[in-house]
């Protein structure tokens, strides 16, 4: 059975008091997680370690970074490795998310060399994928996640590919409050599963979470994650909201 996860992405945002207030919350709430259904933290690199303490009473809360270099170490002043990462403790790695690929040109093939190196650290990528709005308009969002799904990770074998979560997230519904309607998440999730079923086959495909990002309340978090094929959710500004995204993780 295919985890459900809800993770969120606090991106550059908080101070040290907030990350405390935040994470004390989550650790205080009544969360319904278990081993099937987790929550997930990615946090501001500087508060891996204080969100990893703070969580470590409930073993299905996990800290998550936000981003890693490709190299597994040396001079490349200010990067993060996944050799860091993993010394941590830390499991799980948002990549690929569309602000990375915007403002720091990550490309798909760039990815693929991060995705590969998390993989040897035994670190979970969390994927991101997902189109801009011309694309939307255009009708091609689905050749336009196929092309970054194979470019960035139809390269892996099925036992790796099996290891990683990928996030849909619509360039235009982040941060903007406008979300794809549960119908528009289903179909495109339904699309990256048969995808991912051609390449690798029924069971990988249906090994593999998929969650949806883009503008995930409180008030649409039920209605997006009831669709069979949503996994859950990452979750940008209203994860940054205790008692909204305990609510969220509760959906
Ligand atoms: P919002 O939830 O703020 O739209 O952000 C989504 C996102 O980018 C999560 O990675």
Not at 12 to 35: I, K, Y
Not at 170 to 193: D, L, V
């Amino acid at each position: 059975m295919r985890k459900q996860i809800v993770s969120a992405n606090w991106k550059m945002n908080g101070t040290l008091e907030q990350a405390n207030q935040l994470l004390d919350a989550f650790a205080a709430a009544a969360l319904l997680v278990d081993e099937n259904r987790i929550a997930v933290f990615a946090v501001p690199a500087p508060f891996l370690m204080l969100a990893k303490e703070k969580l470590s009473g409930n073993p299905y809360l996990f800290a998550a970074a936000q981003n890693a270099y490709s190299k597994k170490s040396g001079a490349y002043t200010g990067e993060i490795s996944v050799e860091i990462l993993q010394s941590l403790g830390i499991q799980y790695l948002v990549l690929g998310h569309s602000e990375r690929r915007e403002y720091f040109q990550e490309s798909n093939a760039f990815l693929a060399e991060k995705v590969n190196i998390a993989l040897a650290f035994g670190i979970c990528p969390i994927f991101c994928c997902g189109e801009p709005l011309e694309i939307r308009e255009a009708n091609t969002q689905n050749q336009f996640v196929a092309q970054q799904l194979k470019e960035s990770l139809f390269h892996l074998t099925p036992a790796e590919f099996s290891k990683i979560v990928i996030a849909y997230e619509p360039i235009w519904a982040i941060g903007t409050g406008k979300t794809a309607s549960s119908e528009q998440a289903q179909e495109i999730h339904q699309f990256i599963r048969a995808e991912i079923a051609t390449q690798y086959g029924e069971q990988v495909a249906n090994e593999v979470s998929i969650l949806y990002g883009g503008s995930v309340k409180a008030n649409n978090a039920k209605e997006l994650f009831s669709q069979p094929d949503v996994d859950g959710g990452l979750v940008g500004g209203a994860s940054l909201n205790a008692a909204e995204f305990i609510q969220i993780i509760n959906s």
